[in-house]
């Protein structure tokens, strides 16, 4: 029994500025998502981690190298992994595509039409993709815990092939940056072991 493990990258300059980057190249970590990862790193090492996969995106990339250097490993990027097609919306900002086009990420994923019109990947696209990349973790990787680095939305996408989410419950679900959502693997059935685990830093108990 293994886990397959997605991380969310660090924050990263779209995250501060609100701005939908998709997949545009050189939008880099934060000096806070650097750390946010640094500790993410630290949480792995008790995790007896065998691999890691992550998407070519730089934000995802650069979290990838941070656990991998703390945890002695290398990195394979895997395209699967990487951030949505926003099409259209690619580079706008969140108020802007919500005040023209209402409620994008709802219509998302409801599968609406105006989505894929958009040029956006449509959310079974996603499923797909992501659940390609994880068959080939179980291959390749049988009963040991890896970990994939990508972005919200992939992570959405493989945690409602085992939970009955609503589109609204999907949009409502924030995904943390550099969170690690855990999922056990076993005989191809999956259960969800942790939801936006993240180093205690980061929880203001105050």
Known sequence: ???????????????????LAGRIEGVPLTDVGIKQAEHTAQL????NVSAIYSSPIQRAKHTAEIVGKHNSLDVTIDDRLIELDMGKFTGVPYDEIFTNHGNVFMKFYNGELEIAHNGVETFSEVKKRVLGIVDHVIEKHPDENVVLV?????IKAMLSTIVDLSPTNLFELIIENASLNLFREKDRKFSLSGLNVMHPSRFDLR
Not at 1 to 19: D, W
Not at 44 to 47: K, S
Not at 150 to 154: G, K, Q, V, Y
């Open 1 to 19: 029994m293994g886990h397959i493990i997605f991380l969310r990258h660090g924050q990263a300059k779209n995250n501060t500025e609100r701005i």
């Open 44 to 47: 792995l090492e008790h995790m």
């Open 150 to 154: 990508t972005h919200m939305d992939p």
